[in-house]
């Protein structure tokens, strides 16, 4: 056996032989750390895998236990399967520990719950709050992976969790803890133990300041499911998933933080919509958008400002800035407005980060609204993209958001889509923001 030694990008994962100030793949500056692995000699005594026809390949049910959280359900696709290997990313003390405790108590499953970080006097307290009382539920407090693998060897184990994965460490490899080393041998092991044993494995993983997995960035191509709570949005955590093997990308889960830990938001629009003020105000535009399968109701606000210094400013909270420049540049062309010199402020209520352009209707209508000075009803709802000529396009999985829209209160909805079928909800039809303009100005 020898040794090999390369540089792996921290931000991105990206590996050469030879340490770079900058990464050629992500644009990062100094992310490189050394890594050393061992490479087996070649052998000659090999066994022979035969390729095998796709049709003569045999389907296996694919089994799944119930993580005791709907949500959780949800987000994973149906469950937990047997032997996934799913990373959990987040901030500190954003309340990954709490929700992987409640996983461990609500699953009916035999769990090892192993922490690096606390005693176990302190999960004791932890546990204590959260109301945890399952049986089922072996604590180990260690950061030495041979005692845990020992202890995955020693019990019957349906379920490990690994808080964190960045304080765990092999005695066996000589370098720091946290290192690249350290985090890629111990995964690449754990990852083995999983799919030998059929175990599920949730890793906890710390994100930096920079939004970013502490560690390799190689460690969510490892893992079968990548969630990540969200940027900490008061007592809301969000929980996104960014990959999945088994199910749906991009589905949300919303919960409260409270006293007693984290606790389920079934109904996720009383976070995104200002219910607190029903009145109709200029600015403010009702939209819906698609989060994975779930249909969110979204309120969009934005304000226009004349800036008597000269070019206006342009701040934008829950959506892509050069979106909004697109869509400002759309209403100079095709309106003649002029807002070079307007201060533009857009914000997404409950401050999430859309991708769903379906919103781009609700952001051009609100900056009309506010330009204009004119208010209009919240039983509206504006939903459609805007295209470079301004035109108004049709936007998919209407069907889906007119449910909740129903059960929402909205009574109207202002479109380029014709096909919508509702006995309760009223379809107006616009075909570009011309039209769009001599809509709104009715409310004057």
């Not at 184990?157 to 304080?167: A, G, K, N, P, R």
């Not at 985090?183 to 300041?209: P, Q, Y």
Request: glycine share 6%; net charge positive; proline share 2%.
């Amino acid at each position: 056996m020898k040794e090999k030694t390369s540089f792996v990008c921290s931000a991105c994962g990206y590996i050469t032989k030879k340490w770079l100030g900058k990464c050629p793949e992500c644009s990062t500056w100094n992310s490189f750390e050394k890594f050393k692995e061992t490479v087996l000699p070649s052998s000659t005594n090999l066994d022979k895998i035969l390729p095998i026809k796709i049709n003569d390949i045999k389907e296996e049910n694919i089994l799944k236990f119930s993580s005791g959280i709907s949500e959780i359900d949800r987000i994973l696709g149906g469950g937990i399967v047997r032997g996934s290997f799913i990373l959990l990313g987040g901030a500190p003390g954003i309340g990954k520990s709490s929700i992987v405790l409640e996983i461990a108590d609500k699953s009916k499953k035999n769990v090892l719950y192993v922490s690096g970080e606390e005693s176990f006097s302190q999960i004791k307290m932890h546990t204590k709050r959260l109301n945890i009382k399952s049986e089922n539920i072996f604590i180990l407090c260690t950061p030495n992976f041979l005692n845990i693998k020992d202890a995955i060897s020693n019990e019957k184990i349906d379920l490990v969790i690994i808080d964190s994965i960045q304080t765990i460490y092999n005695p066996e490899i000589f370098t720091p803890i946290g290192s690249i080393t350290q985090i890629k041998d111990i995964t690449i092991n754990l990852l083995k133990i999983c799919k030998e044993k059929n175990i599920s494995i949730i890793l906890i993983g710390h994100i930096t300041k920079d939004g970013n997995l502490a560690g390799p960035k190689i460690l969510e191509h490892l893992v079968d499911t990548v969630l990540y709570f969200e940027d900490d949005k008061g007592i809301y955590r969000i929980i996104k998933s960014f990959k999945n093997r088994f199910g749906n990308i991009d589905e949300i889960a919303v919960f409260e933080m409270t006293s007693f830990g984290l606790k389920e938001v079934l109904d996720p629009d009383k976070i995104f919509y200002n219910n607190q003020n029903m009145n109709s105000s200029a600015g403010n535009i009702i939209s819906s958008i698609i989060e994975g399968t779930m249909p969110i109701n979204i309120e969009v606000q934005a304000l226009v400002s004349k800036n008597g210094s000269g070019f206006g400013k342009r701040q934008v909270t829950g959506y892509d800035i050069n979106r909004i420049f697109f869509l400002i540049a759309v209403l100079e062309k095709k309106l003649k407005f002029n807002l070079y010199n307007q201060d533009i402020f857009v914000n997404v209520v409950g401050g999430m980060k859309i991708k769903d352009i379906s919103i781009d209707l609700a952001i051009v209508s609100a900056i009309i609204s506010s330009y204009l000075e004119i208010s209009i009803p919240k039983t509206y709802s504006f939903i459609g993209e805007i295209g470079l000529s301004g035109e108004i396009r049709k936007i998919s999985s209407m069907h889906n958001r007119l449910k909740r829209m129903e059960n929402f209160g909205i009574k109207k909805i202002v479109t380029a889509n014709t096909d919508i079928k509702s006995q309760i909800i009223e379809t107006i039809n616009i075909k570009n923001v011309y039209e769009l303009l001599q809509f709104l100005k009715k409310f004057l």
